[in-house]
């Protein structure tokens, strides 16, 4: 609701009008130049925003064009991938079988524009004459001979070809003794993937105008691309190749719409000295401002694209709306001033003009009426007095007191003296030249609540004022809501004392050190946040040993900051042993995991580092380590010392699982905190509107949490088995139920990757064991199975009959009946010198710990599990690719107690 304590002003300009008139060619030239200016203003800005509107759609064309021919291109190299499939399942392809393949494909329909769809067997110099005879006499090629003549090392001859009609000279003819397709093999060879040649011409049609191009997918007798560059070449069988014509190819994508760009596109794949012309009109014509430049990257060749507007729009018709409004303004500007002029001298013209003007205003001030209607603000308009002259209000209840109170009337008698004081001096201020001012105050509400509220002040009219008031008390509570989320998170990053929590932002400034941090390194959060980087907290030697580690696997120079983040960034996280250095010089080993943190954007926006000190582990570990390689010598040597050596042993032991028990049980303490406010956070958040970013922030602050909380449990259950305090309720079990079992959850998984487990279902498989720790260590054995097989690999779990030593020791006697169950995989295998190795702590293999992932722990669980069931587990190798896991356990009758496995 608006209302106003002033008069109309439109009977006020209607007086003022009667008392002042204009002379009539005054009149009439003030009516000619205001519009005309409107007009021409109008015209410029609508001629503007037409030539924007004909650059977009001009881009819009553009990227249409560039998809368009890049959609195609994946089009065809789909089709050689699908001819390389066919051939690799087909044991002994034929031409006709060729034909048919090709028939089912509907090419001319379905990727129009492709000449020929053909095969490039591999043929050894040795080979070459029963080649020839095989297409001669099985094939029905007459007279087939491989050319160009001459002996070479292996020839590449085109055997099968679909359709045959417009390339059939070409049957027998050596691809690879030409330079220009040779390299094009050898890039698709080389790299396992689909490559495209530079312009060729064909030598059926040598004579025809524009360009060839050659498309070859290479064909490996392995399943799969092999991963080292020297067993491609060995494995390599052939190419399935695919010939188009760029201009034959452009014809056929059909780009309805783009019939007025001219296209031209060139191979640049030599760097721009040898740029190479494909199609278009080469060279360059005069400017056109609708032009532009794209590019992409096939088959290890790079296209440029130039296109432009066939009309330039210099060259073109003035755009017609804009010409018409600058006519008709113009017209219309002129009719006004010359009836002006005509009525400019009578009073009764005068009198209507001045009608119509105040009905235009009444007009105006209904709309102006209409648009305070729509707005949620307060508004209110004071005069040169400063008194309240006209207000808005889309509701009366928000208003102090009624409107009938304050309209006419100064604000000191009205809002309280401290409220006008700060009103005053913000007037002040704008009398003085500042355009805006902004205060914020308190009121109650007619509800009896205290609102808070935002005034922006401006001068409008003549020495008057415009106060637009907004109520801000739900802004201001949400932002106390932020503060105490915030709060509440560095509450929970404070809490961990014994474990170090790191932030930084992208270039490695660090944003949050907690008091865990503080009382492992010996600095203060002050000194830390924003001030350093955690380079600081690092041995220099080791941090330029793992630059070049890391620079060595991905190929690029890597130093500085990204030493610690690289990985993170990549693959989201990272865990790696680190040696800090405390603020007193001193050094600790820690367990140290990266990760990244993403905005909503899944945008990188800094990094997440959590530590454990892990110094007394290794201490413990090294002391073991140096037990069991030199437990021989030692006994030898020193053997009035080993009742010695075996008590320090087992105490390291003892002292190690202890540390381990209660470092897990320190961690998962303030873990549940961190993981129980941050669910908190997310929920509150969530409820908050634009809070968006602090409820992702929560959200990667749990899923690190839960990381490193998986992590504390798998080295819980480690100490638990080494330290005895696991317990076991061993009974006969079949193996085969627990698999199953185990096998229907990872159901999921096995899907997502198209595996097949095949359980063997013949051999005996009663042992016994505790069903639930031992289908830990089949979900174990499983998952590993799972993460480093192939996609469409085989899982196989078979068991076999087999004996057990009746003891530990190497000059025991005896054994007693057992089962073995192996897991075979189809993965990358471990390497032989490390399948001892995999059962550490800590330890991945080599060909594993750079792919899926993992925190070392799995296996040695494994073997603890396995040990206290009085049983064995190693790693073998298959006669193929992937890892032999073979698990022995004592069979029912030959099983002692588990209580007894010391």
């Keep these: 609701m608006s209302r106003s304590a002033h ?8 007086r003022r009008l009667r008392r002042q008139p204009l002379p009539p060619r005054l009149t009439a030239l003030v009516v000619l130049v205001v519009p005309m200016a409107m007009t021409l203003f109008s015209w410029q800005q609508l001629r503007h925003m037409e030539q924007q509107q004909a650059s977009a759609a001009f ?6 064009v560039s998809a368009a021919m890049e959609e195609r291109l994946n089009d065809y190299a789909q089709v050689l991938r699908g001819g390389s499939g066919f051939l690799h399942a087909t044991p002994n392809p034929s031409r006709q079988a060729w034909h048919q393949f090709s028939e089912q494909l509907e090419l001319s329909r379905k990727v129009p524009g492709m000449l020929v769809l053909g095969y490039l067997p591999r043929v050894a110099a040795g080979d070459l004459p029963a080649f020839t005879q095989r297409m001669r006499e099985r094939e029905g090629v007459t007279g087939f001979s491989v050319r160009p003549p001459g002996p070479r090392d292996e020839y590449y001859p085109v055997a099968f070809m679909a359709p045959e009609a417009p390339l059939r000279s070409a049957f027998g003819f050596d691809v690879a003794s030409e330079p220009t397709r040779r390299e ?10 689909v490559a495209m040649s530079g312009p060729i011409r064909l030598m059926a049609d040598p004579e025809h ?9 290479p064909l490996y007798s392995t399943n799969g691309v092999p991963t080292i560059q020297e067993q491609r070449r060995q494995a390599l069988q052939g190419y399935v190749f695919t010939l188009f014509r760029v201009d034959e190819f452009v014809d056929s994508l059909s780009l309805s719409g783009s019939a007025q760009l001219n296209i031209r596109i060139s191979d640049d794949s030599g760097g721009s000295s040898q740029t190479k012309h494909l199609y278009g009109a080469s060279g360059s014509g005069p400017s056109n401002p609708l032009s532009e430049e794209r590019s992409f990257y096939f088959g290890g060749r790079s296209w440029q694209l130039h296109l432009e507007s066939q009309d330039p729009p210099e060259q073109g018709p003035e755009l017609p709306s804009s010409r018409i409004l600058l006519f008709s303004g113009t017209a219309i500007s002129m009719l006004l001033a010359l009836l002006t002029l005509r009525l400019g001298s009578r009073r009764s013209f005068a009198e209507q003009l001045a009608r119509r003007l105040s009905h235009e205003w009444a007009e105006a001030n209904s709309r102006l009426t209409g648009v305070f209607a729509a707005l949620p603000d307060l508004m209110f308009e004071l005069d040169r007095d400063r008194c309240f002259r006209h207000y808005h209000a889309p509701n009366e209840g928000e208003l102090f007191v009624p409107p009938h109170s304050f309209l006419g009337r100064h604000p000191r008698d009205i809002l309280p003296a401290s409220l006008v004081t700060q009103l005053e001096q913000c007037c002040d201020r704008i009398d003085a030249g500042v355009r805006l001012q902004i205060m914020e105050y308190q009121l109650p509400r007619h509800d009896g609540e205290i609102g808070e509220y935002e005034a922006r002040i401006t001068a409008i009219g003549e020495g008057g004022y415009l106060m637009v008031v907004r109520n801000v ?7 106390q809501a932020l503060l105490q989320a915030n709060a509440r998170m560095k509450s929970v990053f404070d809490s961990a004392t014994e474990v170090s929590i790191i932030t930084t932002d992208t270039e490695g400034l660090i944003t949050v050190f907690n008091r865990g941090a503080e009382k492992m390194l010996g600095y203060s959060a002050a000194a830390m946040v924003g001030q350093a980087t955690p380079a600081i907290l690092h041995l220099p030697e080791e941090v330029e040993a793992r630059a070049a580690e890391l620079s060595r696997e991905f190929g690029w120079k890597i130093q500085g900051f990204e030493v610690f983040v690289t990985r993170a960034r990549l693959t989201g996280a990272e865990r790696r042993e680190w040696t800090y250095v405390r603020q007193d010089g001193s050094h600790l080993t820690v367990s140290l995991v990266v990760t990244a943190v993403y905005d909503e954007a899944h945008n990188v926006t800094g990094f997440l580092g959590v530590a454990v000190d892990i110094t007394a582990l290794k201490t413990a570990e090294a002391e073991l380590r140096r037990h069991r390689d030199h437990l021989q010598e030692l006994v030898s040597e020193r053997s009035a010392d080993l009742l010695v050596a075996k008590e320090a042993a087992e105490y390291a032991n003892h002292t190690k699982s202890e540390f381990l028990a209660n470092m897990s049980h320190e961690l998962r303490t303030p873990m549940h905190a961190i993981l129980s406010f941050a669910g908190l956070g997310l929920s509150r958040a969530g409820s908050i509107p634009g809070a968006e970013k602090l409820n992702h922030y929560f ?9 490193l909380l998986a992590l504390v449990n798998d080295l819980l259950d480690l100490s638990k088995l080494e330290a005895g305090k696991m317990s076991f309720e061993p009974r006969p079990v079949n193996l085969r ?7 229907g959850e990872m159901e999921s998984l096995l899907q997502e990757k198209s595996l097949h487990l095949v359980l063997d279902e013949r051999g005996p498989a009663e042992v016994y064991c505790d069903p639930l720790r031992f289908g830990q260590l089949i979900r174990n054995l499983l998952s590993n199975a799972i993460k480093f097989s192939p996609v469409g690999g085989v899982i196989q779990v078979g068991f076999a009959p087999t004996t057990l030593s009746s003891g530990r020791r190497s000059g025991d006697r005896g054994s007693r009946s057992a ?4 897991v075979r995989d189809e993965g990358v295998g471990i390497p032989v010198d490390e399948r001892e190795l995999v059962f550490d702590k800590f330890a991945q293999s080599s060909k594993t710990k750079t792919g899926a992932g993992g925190t070392g722990l799995g296996l040695a669980i494994c073997r603890e599990i396995a040990l206290a069931h009085r049983g064995t587990i190693v790693a073998r190798g298959n006669d193929g690719p992937g890892t032999c896991l073979a698990v022995t356990l004592p069979t029912p009758e030959a099983s002692p107690s588990i209580e007894d496995r010391a």
């Design 59 to 64: 881009s819009r064309e553009a990227s249409r």
């Design 473 to 479: 008390s739900e802004v201001r509570r949400t932002q």
């Design 737 to 743: 139920p627990l698999i199953r079992e185990a096998a």
């Design 7 to 14: 008069p109309s002003l439109p009977s006020r300009a209607r």
């Design 699 to 707: 959200q990667r602050i749990r899923e690190s949490g839960e990381r």
């Design 819 to 822: 089962v073995e169950m192996t």
């Design 209 to 217: 105008a524009s360009p060839s191009l050659l498309m070859v997918a």
């Design 184 to 193: 094009v093999l050898q890039a698709a060879r080389d790299m396992g993937v």
